[in-house]
């Protein structure tokens, strides 16, 4: 990629971000952008292929300026580990700050869109760095006595940092950056010379983090909430099956199966039955194969 094209769709990126920052990605055209970067449309069809590449390659420039604040902090030989995790942590949450309408909206649209759970392979990617990066800084700043314990102080990491980055969406709270990031550091410290003191079993092993954020090719998570699915099956049941007595029973299941999924503890039995119902309907195959997928971990309870 030449300079000039790199920097016009860096260009690009900037006006998109501002756009879905306002409107959300799933209400903005590229005929928008397009017009908004002074380009026709088929002018930014030369630079990203789609809307969904355009929007992955945001991701991606998201997380790249971040990886260059975190590496210009390592790179300052004059910080002990200590402080290099400080302004770390500070620096992630001066970005996120800076992002905070274009993150807002774009959660916003996933929540809508219900699919809370599917991150794009690119935004998996970069997660999986971020906690090698994570990893690697932890034992660097409190030895390798930490290493058992790595996966549960990400988790650990991963509440404090939500928790104040939702308080950077609070405008009352006239809190710095670098407060919140030298506080979450320092609680960090407690609780690591606790764990040093006391020895417990770890609570989580490193090889289930790893599948938590897909670095080893899976997602744990599912890719939407059941609920969600069956809903929609319900809507889809009256146009696919023709057989009236047929259709009246997969009616009945479904809604047996919401009923049920709306507990606070779905039962087991009625999970299982209303599916095993659900299957025996040739025209719903393909909708209960992914509802299957999605209700498994319920059964696991």
């Avoid at 088929?42 to 590496?71: A, I, V």
């Avoid at 309408?101 to 760095?129: A, C, H």
């Avoid at 009246?248 to 999970?271: F, K, N, T, V």
């Amino acid at each position: 990629m030449s300079s000039k094209s790199g920097d016009k769709k860096k260009q690009i990126l900037k006006i998109t971000m501002q756009l879905f920052a306002t409107k959300g990605s799933s209400a903005t055209s590229m005929q928008e952008i397009a017009e908004l970067c002074g380009m026709s449309k088929g002018s930014l069809y030369l630079h990203f292929k789609s809307k969904e590449e355009l929007e992955h390659n945001l991701y991606d420039y998201c997380f790249q300026l971040l990886h260059d604040q975190l590496m210009q902090v390592e790179s300052q030989s004059d910080l002990s580990p200590h402080d290099k995790l400080i302004r770390q942590v500070e620096a992630l949450l001066e970005l996120v700050f800076e992002f905070r309408e274009f993150l807002l909206m774009q959660l916003r649209d996933w929540l809508k869109s219900g699919n809370i759970y599917k991150k794009p392979e690119i935004v998996r990617t970069n997660n999986s760095k971020l906690l090698q990066f994570c990893e690697k800084t932890i034992v660097a700043t409190y030895g390798e006595g930490v290493l058992p314990y790595l996966a549960d102080l990400i988790t650990i990491i991963h509440g404090m940092l939500g928790t104040f980055i939702h308080l950077l969406f609070i405008p009352q709270l006239n809190i710095t950056t670098h407060r919140m990031a030298s506080y979450l550091v320092r609680m960090l410290d407690v609780i690591i010379d606790n764990l040093m003191l006391t020895r417990p079993d770890p609570l989580i092993s490193r090889e289930v983090m790893h599948q938590l954020v897909g670095l080893d090719g899976c997602l744990i998570q599912p890719e939407r909430h059941p609920l969600l699915a069956v809903k929609e099956l319900k809507g889809l049941i009256p146009d696919l099956v023709i057989i009236p007595e047929i259709r009246d029973e997969g009616m009945e299941s479904i809604q047996i199966l919401e009923q049920e999924m709306i507990e606070l503890h779905p039962r087991r039995a009625i999970l299982i039955g209303m599916l095993a119902n659900l299957k025996s309907i040739p025209e719903l195959e393909v909708q209960v194969a992914e509802l299957d997928d999605l209700i498994q971990p319920y059964l696991q309870r």
